[in-house]
């Protein structure tokens, strides 16, 4: 199996070479696993599918072929995105992973003569990376959706106030006074499988950094990502916790949020879409 290694701010992910043989299911799943493990395999966050579709809706297998398309797509898409956890789940939405898709289809020849803007189908619905002059990815990652609201949480006695924010996938945002005290991975593997969310959800700790003048508006976050454990990012993370942030009054258009692997600009208008800019990079390639 070709791969290469991608990363948004240390949110990693082995992307497979065009052109390799996957029969989705239980054992591909299993080998998520293996390939995702950081002692024993490459070492990701999640496995990512990335093929071509035509102006039908449907996928160009090529020869080897990578199985059917995860759900009818209309027209007018690029390609398919298919998004695996490193628990062998498979993600509906994942905005790191996006912007390395982004880099991925040009470096391996699969866009158009001077294509910079694709639209990706994913589990969730259609994404729209940009490549930027300055070598970053500017990713339309559509309007958020109405999810829970804001809900009350428990973990290990201490509770909780979340706002809970749909981008594609689900997220809990939970601001706090001082990030730093937080105790992100016993807390968040205890708020991911609360019963509130049937099928899990991404927990997010935020603190709104005080205020520098001339300089943009700071969210300082840390993430739980659903499937993953502890993260450096999460781009639709990062994304709900703007959107969290200007519900509650926090915040106003835009900010920099700050992860442990770097940061992300996020931006919302009105009830437009919300746009989330970072780097992406390959790290290496290989053959397994």
Do not use: Y
Not at 10 to 27: I, M, R, S, T, W
Not at 51 to 77: F, H, I, Q, R
């Amino acid at each position: 199996m070709e791969f290469s290694k991608w990363t948004g701010l240390g949110n990693d992910f082995v992307l497979l070479e065009p052109g390799q043989k996957v029969e989705f299911g239980p054992a591909f799943e299993r080998e998520v696993v293996r390939l995702c493990d950081r002692r024993f395999g490459i070492g990701a966050d999640g496995v990512v599918i990335v093929t071509p579709m035509d102006a039908e809706g449907c996928l160009v297998l090529g020869d080897a072929g990578v199985g059917p398309a995860s759900k009818s797509a209309p027209n007018g898409v690029d390609f398919e995105m298919r998004i695996f956890n490193a628990d062998g789940s498979e993600a509906a939405m994942c905005g790191n992973a996006t912007r390395c898709v982004a880099k991925f289809i040009v470096s391996r020849g699969l866009a158009k003569p001077g294509q910079k803007v694709f639209n990706l189908h994913t589990r969730s619905g259609l994404v729209k990376p940009a490549l930027l002059d300055d070598g970053r990815v500017c990713v339309d990652m559509g309007n958020p959706r109405d999810f829970l609201g804001s809900i009350k949480l428990t973990a290990d006695c201490f509770d909780f106030t979340a706002e809970t924010v749909s981008m594609g996938n689900p997220h809990a945002v939970i601001f706090v006074d001082d990030i730093e005290k937080i105790q992100l991975e016993d807390w968040g593997r205890v708020l991911e499988c609360d019963r509130q969310f049937p099928d899990r959800c991404n927990i997010e700790f935020a603190q709104v950094l005080p205020a520098v003048q001339g300089a943009p508006t700071q969210i300082r976050m840390r993430v739980w990502e659903r499937g993953c454990g502890v993260t450096m990012a999460c781009g639709t993370g990062s994304c709900a916790t703007l959107v969290a942030a200007q519900r509650t009054g926090r915040v106003g258009v835009e900010a920099d949020v700050i992860l442990d692997g770097g940061t992300l600009h996020i931006k919302h208008e009105n009830d437009g879409p919300v746009l989330m800019t970072g780097p992406a990079q390959e790290v290496f390639r290989g053959t397994i």
